[in-house]
């Protein structure tokens, strides 16, 4: 059985594990086809439950940016129109260190962009604290930042310390609520093609597919469960889990 109709049945885990065991070979034209389908079918339900979150959040009134300068600032952005002009610009400018992943990719194809972060220039009583809202940078404006020539010496610098770089994708969760924190959470860019890649600076230690899962089992906000804190979300969550598709 092929890992599109696996993991249309259900495995949507065991898919990717899979696939990532394959290596180099997931590349190959006997495979790649099928990975492909199965990387569309996640974005495509990534988008899904992004758009039923910001909904549902709608309705109980969370207090999402409203004066936008850039989009990254936008609760949701979709696919651009030069989307494919603008991978191939962050593809240029990360060519010397290595490969985007294809998730990456994928996920600036079919969904876009998300920022579910509360506004908390106009409120800061947080409906929830600590809760890691999901917050994926805008493409374009991703790329304006990464292709200037300051950026290219940072990246050398980085790979030179650690042997690889990294494409900061969201603020880390104490940023989001107002307060200094940490690195921004990044997706680690590969020395050879890649399906997938490490999420870095971010508690779970996982992949950046594996993040987005860990967000929709939260209803998009990764830490909400954190017993430390006292955030009232069971009736959201049972309003907005049965919704959501996994991935």
Known sequence: MKFYERYLNGETKTVYNDIYKLGDDAFLPENIIDIENVLTETFERTAHNLNIIYKELTNINYLFKTNF???FERPLVKPLSNTDQLLGELEKSVKPFGFIPASLKMFYKIVGACNFEWDYDTNENFIWER???I???SLD???????????????????????FVSLDLSSDY???DNICGGLPYSLQITPKQSIDAPFLHEEHNTTFINYLRICFENCGFSRITNPDYANDYLTF???VKPQLKMI
């Open 237 to 239: 969550f049972e309003k």
């Open 174 to 176: 104490l940023h989001k």
């Open 69 to 71: 300068q850039f989009n």
């Open 131 to 133: 809760a890691d809202p």
């Open 135 to 137: 917050q994926i940078v």
């Open 141 to 163: 404006d991703f790329v304006s930042h990464v292709s200037d020539e300051d950026s290219h010496e940072v990246f050398q610098e980085c790979f030179k310390e650690d042997g």
